[in-house]
């Protein structure tokens, strides 16, 4: 190991000409880690979602930052549902006839609470345990379609764009059987791609800590469909590492959003030992490393961004 070459932290961490599919983009962290991506030179940055007014204001708002304004806009709406697979495929053909062929990463960050369960810390009798539990059962089969299904139908969607991504970069097409030589890197390389930027495509899948936390803090329907979310995104990376594309699961505990607005935003030590709740600062770093030159050795992984929040509870990770 050559440790006397130079480290560039600008190329380590950063979505320099990268295109990125995000879901679920119009708002939270969502719109959070559109704008990272912006900011930190993505050539585009398509954010997908039902509410297309949504959209089209975080887009605005986002290109509109200092360095991104100008006649052809980094951050893209595309109006879609991912619960529906014809309305996936047809944000994967509009991101394959606008980006040229190809998407850098996919990042699965849709959500949504479902059917809250947090009354039952403060039910007297069981009877009271069993309304809780049984209420708004209509909300578990949204709560999964979202949370955890759209995981694969539109990573599924996004495959041959994926694959595309990786030919780009000069990655030779096609399954590595079971002991077979690495991939090759034979194929011409699209302009601007470096010898030394040897990443490959990549499926990001944006769970939560809520997959780990024994400690109900929305719902057991949104903490089984996360937990769901995290296996599906580590079995992506086994699934898809013949293919030469790789799959990570970010989690994050508590940020400001929708789904979290009212929450504290200072807590003791014995809740979150960082005192607080997560910045923007703290998820553009998580993210731009794993899209970045410096996550290119990372498959397979699962990251906590949590300021120390499941130390602190029971948990299964």
């Given at each position: 190991m050559d440790f006397t070459q130079n480290i560039s932290d600008a190329k380590l961490f950063s979505a320099k000409d990268l295109v990125v599919v995000l879901t679920g983009g119009g708002s939270g962290i969502g719109a959070a880690f559109a704008s990272a991506l912006a900011q930190s030179s993505a050539r585009k940055v398509y954010?997908?979602?039902?509410?297309?007014?949504?959209?089209?204001?975080?887009?605005?708002?986002?290109?509109?930052?200092?360095?991104l304004a100008g006649p052809d806009p980094v951050v893209v709406p595309v109006q879609c549902d991912v619960t529906d697979r014809e309305s996936a495929a047809a944000a994967a053909q509009r991101v394959h006839d606008d980006a040229g062929g190809y998407a850098d990463v996919l990042i699965n960050n849709a959500g949504v609470t479902g059917p809250k369960h947090t009354a039952v810390y403060g039910a007297q009798s069981l009877a009271d345990v069993q309304v809780i539990l049984q209420s708004n059962a209509d909300g578990w089969p949204a709560t999964f379609a979202t949370n955890t299904a759209a995981v694969v139908g539109v990573?599924?969607?996004?495959?041959?764009?994926?694959?595309?991504?990786?030919?780009?970069?000069?990655?030779?097409?096609?399954?590595l059987e079971p002991g077979a030589k690495p991939r090759g890197r034979g194929l011409p390389r699209a302009e601007g791609v470096e010898d030394a930027d040897v990443r490959t495509s990549q499926i990001i899948t944006v769970a939560s800590i809520a997959a780990f936390n024994r400690y109900v803090t929305a719902g057991l329907a949104y903490s089984s469909s996360k937990a769901g979310a995290v296996h599906i995104g580590k079995t992506l990376a086994t699934m898809l590492a013949p293919w030469g594309i790789r799959s990570n699961v970010l989690c994050p505990g508590i940020f400001p959003s929708q789904m979290t607005e009212g929450a504290p935003t200072e807590f003791p030590a014995d809740k979150i030992p960082s005192g607080r709740q997560g910045s923007f600062e703290d998820l553009a770093a998580y993210l731009l490393y794993l899209v970045g030159k410096g996550g290119s050795y990372v498959n397979g992984s699962v990251q906590l961004v949590d300021g120390g929040r499941l130390s602190m509870h029971p948990a299964t990770y």
């Open positions: 954010i997908l979602g039902r509410r297309l007014p949504s959209l089209q204001a975080t887009a605005s708002t986002i290109n509109a930052l200092p360095g990573a599924a969607a996004f495959l041959p764009l994926l694959d595309a991504a990786n030919r780009r970069r000069g990655w030779e097409p096609g399954k």
